[in-house]
DNA sequence: TTTGTTCGGGTATATTATACGCTAAGCAAG
DNA sequence: CTTGCTTAGCGTATAATATACCCGAACAAA
């Protein structure tokens, strides 16, 4: 079986946003296409002299409007199914570009950042859509695999640096920090012993405002402290991992 | 800038074996080159109708005459820079194969195995070399990013699950799995303390055997019980990881 | 004023991390 | 055979942390 070398690369990126609520994703319309196969992740080829995140970054920009400096992009897995574009979507996609490529192979990325107003304008004048993680039932192509795939990541990503931040406003209540957590873990959490674990940890700072018009006692913003976040975690390397582990 | 489609994909291996001392890992030697590029990272092209996890086993079975089930294979990240393979380099792959392939994407792995005799011995026979981390200068092409890379991923992951087992033989001590742990993460640890935390765990099973032979009271031969510590695993989904946070 | 909500300070207890003392068991050197 | 060196493996003490849960405070809405 000789080497191969008529195939092309493309990216793939499940953009993540919390509206305080619910986790959600954005994804792409096509008109075209029947109910099932309508939907699918932002991604495309990559062109010459560009690398897999500078791809990304170009389709990220497309879709939210967002630059570099206000998305954080992860590299995934790769998924090099050599069926996993065939038929009509590989004649679509020769079609679109001009090409014959015989075989697309793609690299996953997540992507999150603040959904915010201008965001969700910008996205849905795009034909884009932001849809609540429970509410997907099936995507283009292997695209649901993929975003499961990201999926996991970001449960696992989340339980070890601080990238919740990444979903958060700069300034956002303990609450919405734990929903966030719930959100995404499926879990239920005590709010008392979350508050009293984040507020020790040192990387929250009180800002003195508050919640206004809520119908309970008003809880006060807070933003994190990157800085403080990176000397702590210069100063650990403990054993406790073994209690981390996971296969 | 027009897509690109005349590309190579090929995977990279950092295979990573431990012999009860220190990290090694897996290099290939070129005897054509001088010695700067005279190492790299077992690697290959990927094949048409084929996976990239399954080109990665290829190469390994072809260096170490292990098969899948014998070999513990982690996709990490994509190596995507336009000019990787450049130059000489490029030359050498396209006579190589008799293509003209104009970029080189590469997939990094990172292997485990465990160094017997037998794997030795094979790998010697091929031309393979089992280099000390702590011995390796430089590297062809960006292999020793690749390796670096995959050095980052092994530390992370020894300390998520409990991948220590696939570098140790399939009865070990607690002291060799120790120096393991005090190889790659380059800590010191207390002995007593590890062993309380090791047999804690329960995922140790003694097998009642000892060192024979040794200079020192001989120490118990322990298995690693992966059914213990997948019911384990199970239980507990604790706050506490947010002090694992990490960038 | 009452009700429903979340905030946020607190306590009490079990679990775990970490430091370190000490004896046992082997080999080697004198 | 004794002394020394090394690691095994048991133990204890203390600090740190997780976890469960109490309860008054503060707001809006009814």
Known sequence: MPVQTNQSLSVDCAVFGFDGEVLKVLLIERPAYNALDRLKLPGSM???????????????????GLR???????????????????????????RK????????????????LKLDRRTTDYTTSKGARWVAIEAIQRLA????????????YLCREMQQSPVAFELLPRKFT??????LFEAVLGIEID????????????????????????????????????????????????????DNWRY
């Open 191 to 242: 709010n008392r012993n979350f508050r009293k674990k984040m507020l020790s940890s040192g990387f929250l700072l009180a800002t003195g405002e508050k919640e206004e018009g809520v119908a309970h006692k008003p809880a006060e913003y807070y933003t994190f402290d990157r800085n403080a976040y990176r000397r702590a975690v210069k100063a650990k390397l403990r054993m406790g991992f073994i």
């Open 97 to 112: 570009h001009g090409i014959r490529t015989v075989r697309v192979v793609t690299v996953g990325f997540y992507a999150l």
């Open 141 to 152: 192509m292997d695209h649901k695999a993929i975003l499961s795939a990201a999926l996991g």
């Open 174 to 179: 303990i609450r919405t920090l734990q929903r």
């Open 46 to 64: 990559i062109l010459e002299n560009e690398t897999l995140p500078e791809a990304a970054y170009r389709v990220l920009e497309e879709a939210t």
């Open 68 to 94: 570099k400096r206000d998305l954080y992009l992860k590299q995934m897995e790769i998924f090099s199914d050599p069926d996993r574009v065939s038929g009509d979507e590989l004649e679509w996609i020769n």
